[in-house]
């Protein structure tokens, strides 16, 4: 299983995470336990990826310099992207209405939930944390094609009806969550969400799942659930396909998909949650 980018849903949730907040300089105090977190995870996670991610992802990692044995500081992390694509993060609660996601992102600003998950929820947790949202998908935002069609997605569904917003979820999901690129190199990994979770990151690209040649379409049409290993990727011929995508009429698409309608999901319906 693997964090969700739960900011996609719904925000009534109950979450027992509290964002820790920066004093008047910025600066988050993180406690050691936070600190000791974040170290397994980033030594968990850099032997993992190893021959599996994009070089695009490796290139942005070493911008960022993330450090192996703290929390980073978001303004260490903000002087990169500026430089790099001109994005920078916000600190967000843990959860965030869909306005707020939408309009952080149409201002190039990443959203990033300022809590790291306790040690007992290491390998899965609902809500997207720190180490999903810095580790997962901030050296992605170093890359220009992907931080241009990240911006449009969020312009995009700004301006959305509730309805468009569901189907504009899925192509995230399918994306910027849970991607896969095709390279010179072999098969890799782009997603965030396959990104930050050990076990995402050996499914994905094992035999397990179904692997398709990504049509925008397709992607909008396809359900997903976040509490699962995922079924179904989405292949890039590669990242300048995002920044293709990002000049074509993407409503367009979705008004399309709403028209033909979802497939058939490749999963058991979630357990449905009984009242307390």
């Given at each position: 299983?693997?964090?969700?980018?739960?900011?996609?849903?719904?925000?009534?949730?109950?979450?027992?995470?509290?964002?820790?907040?920066?004093?008047?300089?910025?600066?988050?105090?993180w406690s050691e336990q936070d600190n000791a977190t974040w170290q397994t995870l980033m030594q968990r996670q850099l032997g993992m990826i190893e021959g599996r991610v994009c070089q695009e992802y490796l290139d942005g990692l070493e911008r960022l310099?993330?450090?192996?044995?703290?929390?980073?500081?978001?303004?260490?992390?903000?002087?990169?992207?500026?430089?790099?694509?001109?994005?920078?993060?916000?600190?967000?609660?843990?959860?965030?209405?869909?306005?707020?996601?939408?309009?952080?992102?149409?201002?190039?600003?990443?959203?990033?939930?300022?809590?790291?998950?306790?040690?007992?929820?290491?390998?899965?947790?609902?809500?997207?944390?720190i180490f999903h949202e810095i580790f997962g998908h901030c050296p992605m935002l170093t890359n220009p094609a992907f931080a241009e069609f990240t911006a449009t997605y969020g312009r995009l569904g700004l301006a959305a009806s509730p309805k468009e917003r569901v189907y504009l979820a899925r192509l995230y999901w399918m994306t910027v969550e849970f991607g896969l690129v095709d390279t010179p190199a072999g098969r890799r990994i782009y997603g965030g969400g396959i990104i930050s979770s050990p076990k995402e990151t050996l499914h994905a690209l094992s035999d397990a799942p179904v692997h398709e040649p990504f049509d925008p379409v397709e992607a909008l049409r396809t359900p997903y659930r976040?509490?699962?290993?995922?079924?179904?990727?989405?292949?890039?011929?590669?990242?300048?396909?995002?920044?293709?995508?990002?000049?074509?009429?993407?409503?367009?698409?979705?008004?399309?998909?709403?028209?033909?309608?979802?497939?058939?999901?490749?999963?058991?319906?979630?357990?449905?949650?009984?009242?307390?």
């Open positions: 299983m693997t964090s969700s980018n739960a900011h996609l849903s719904d925000v009534a949730s109950k979450t027992g995470y509290r964002a820790r907040l920066p004093d008047e300089s910025g600066h988050i105090a310099a993330l450090p192996e044995d703290r929390v980073p500081q978001l303004a260490d992390i903000d002087r990169v992207l500026k430089a790099s694509t001109g994005w920078e993060t916000a600190q967000v609660p843990a959860l965030i209405p869909f306005d707020t996601f939408f309009a952080l992102l149409a201002s190039q600003r990443f959203p990033v939930a300022t809590f790291i998950r306790t040690p007992e929820e290491l390998d899965y947790l609902k809500e997207p944390d976040i509490d699962i290993l995922q079924p179904l990727y989405y292949v890039l011929d590669d990242l300048k396909t995002l920044h293709d995508l990002s000049q074509k009429d993407i409503m367009g698409m979705v008004q399309q998909a709403m028209a033909l309608g979802l497939h058939e999901p490749l999963f058991e319906p979630a357990p449905k949650r009984t009242k307390a």
